[in-house]
Every structure is written in C-alpha cells, then in structure tokens.
C-alpha cells in the first residue's frame, strides 16, 4: 500500500486518512482478541509495513499499537470503571470547569424547549457539512444557537449518516454549508482549541428525560467510565437503564457529549451507535491524549 503524501495535507486530513488503517486494524483486533495477535499480524491485516503501523498510531493517538491495544483491553476497561468510582458526584461537585475536566473539551450548553422538540425542529435551520477528522468523516449540524449534532460516517456512508441525523428533527430546513460547520469542526478535533475561556456552545434537542441524561453525559471525564445503571442511578431512575440506554443511543452529539465513556458493569464495550470499532478507537486515541499530558 502507498503511504498518502501529507506534505501539505491538514493535520485533521492526516488524522482522518490515518484512522482508516486504525479502523482496519481495531476491526482485524476485535475478530482475533482472545489470540492476542502480535503487532507484525496486525500490520499485514491493515494493509502496511510493522513499522508504518507503528509511525501512524504514533501520530494519531500518541500511542504504540501495542499500548494502544493494551488501554482498549476489557481489563482495562475494568479498571477505569474501578478506578473512576463516583466520578459523576465528583464532576457535579467541581462543575463543568472544574480539574474533573482539565484534559477534557470545554463546553457551554442550553437546551431547546420541549415544545420546539415536539414539533420535530419545524422552524428551525440546520447548516450541516462533512469534515475530516481523527475518526473518519464527521457530520457537524449547527444552528444560531450552537453546534446541535455531531455523527461519524466511514467512507461511502455519509448520505446514511446525514439521513439518520435528519429523522431526529425531520421538519427542520437542513442547509449544507461546511463553510459555517467548519470552525466547529476544527474547535473539537483540535485539543489546542480545548480552552475554558472559550468553550464550545452547543444545544440539546430532545425530550426532557433525553436532556436529562445528556446532562449526565457531560460529567464523565476524559479518562473515566461509568456504566448504564449509574447514570440511571443519577438521574432518579435506577431501575430504568434500558431507558437510560435508549437515550443514550439518541445522543445526537458523538464525541462532544461523551457517550463512548459509558461501558457495561464488566466493562464490556456494549453498543454504539457509530458502531463498537469506533468507540473503541476513540477511547484509545483518549488515552493516548492523557498519555501526551503526563509526558508533557
């Protein structure tokens, strides 16, 4: 396979042409776990040399495959869990802003009322545009009021996506204009835009129980984990987490609103609704994010 020539390339089109042969080999990892493939096995499943495998994850996540492997393990999930505790009362105790999100995205957010919900976004203006980012494709949708959606399409898949996104709210107007969906883009791939002096804004559209936990979602740091029953434990419904579940798998927000930090009581990796390959890369590019910060 032909390395991509990046000499000029955007650091978020490097990313993105790099997580294809992430996904390529997150995907061969998943098949074969129990057999602990090695690094050169995982490489020709990918499609390219050892040591271009491990330049690219390197560059991406910060992170040897090796390592990289090892933070994604169900043992290691197990131990986030263990070691995050009751990270939801400590994030509510130090607010949004607080050190429980030091290494974390800032985010400002309102939520629409349940009345311009129930009329499916009728009224509403929604500029959208794909964008390359260290997941694959992302669909950002912005209104006036701040960045409402956010999804993830592997290649050929971006009509689907765009599609699955206008069900939530399907008598909103949907304009494409990456030119407006572009600074979005750019202050969420890049951790040099993560200030708590000029946080993202975003708006939540759902129903008030989906808001609820939303909310909820917002206070797991980069880092920590916490399960389905301990979000319905927080928001007052603690025999509800298939409801909480459901919910959770309506997050209209991906990566913002991080709904990749929710696992099962085992640490199973359980559902994601840009599919389980991805959650897993993403929680690996965030432990290679926290690796970066404890070196630097």
């Not at 490097?14 to 997150?26: F, G, H, N, Q, T």
């Not at 493939?37 to 390219?48: D, K, L, N, S």
């Not at 933070?71 to 263990?82: C, E, H, M, N, P």
């Not at 997941?135 to 689907?160: H, I, N, Q, Y």
Request: charged share 25%.
């Amino acid at each position: 396979m032909l390395a991509p020539n990046f000499d000029a390339a955007h650091p978020l089109e490097i990313a993105a042409a790099d997580y294809e042969i992430v996904r390529r080999a997150v995907e061969y990892v998943n098949l074969r776990f129990r057999d602990q493939p090695e690094v050169e096995e995982i490489a020709r499943a990918a499609g390219v040399h050892p040591r271009a495998l491990t330049d690219l994850f390197r560059r991406w996540c910060g992170l040897t495959p090796k390592d990289f492997l090892q933070a994604v393990t169900i043992d290691a999930a197990r131990r986030v869990l263990t070691e995050s505790g009751n990270v939801l009362d400590a994030a509510y105790e130090v607010g949004l802003s607080g050190p429980g999100r030091l290494h974390d995205l800032f985010v400002v957010h309102e939520s629409m009322s349940p009345g311009e919900w129930k009329t499916g976004g009728a009224g509403l203006v929604v500029r959208y545009g794909f964008h390359a980012s260290p997941f694959g494709s992302a669909l950002a949708m912005v209104t006036p009021r701040g960045l409402c959606g956010l999804a993830f399409a592997d290649d050929g898949e971006e009509d689907a996506a765009l599609a699955d996104m206008r069900r939530r709210w399907p008598n909103a107007l949907y304009i494409e204009d990456p030119l407006a969906t572009a600074p979005y883009a750019a202050r969420i791939f890049d951790r040099g835009s993560w200030r708590p002096d000029d946080p993202l804004r975003i708006v939540f559209i759902g129903t008030d129980f989906e808001v609820q936990v939303w909310e909820t979602l917002m206070r797991i740091p980069l880092g920590k984990a916490t399960t389905y029953s301990t979000i319905a434990g927080c928001v007052e419904r603690p025999k509800a987490a298939r409801a909480v579940g459901a919910a959770i798998g309506r997050n209209p927000m991906s990566f913002v609103v991080p709904c990749h930090r929710v696992l099962g009581k085992n640490g199973d990796l359980t559902g994601y609704h840009w599919g389980l390959t991805r959650k897993r890369a993403i929680l690996g590019w965030e432990a290679g994010q926290l690796c970066k910060d404890w070196q630097g």
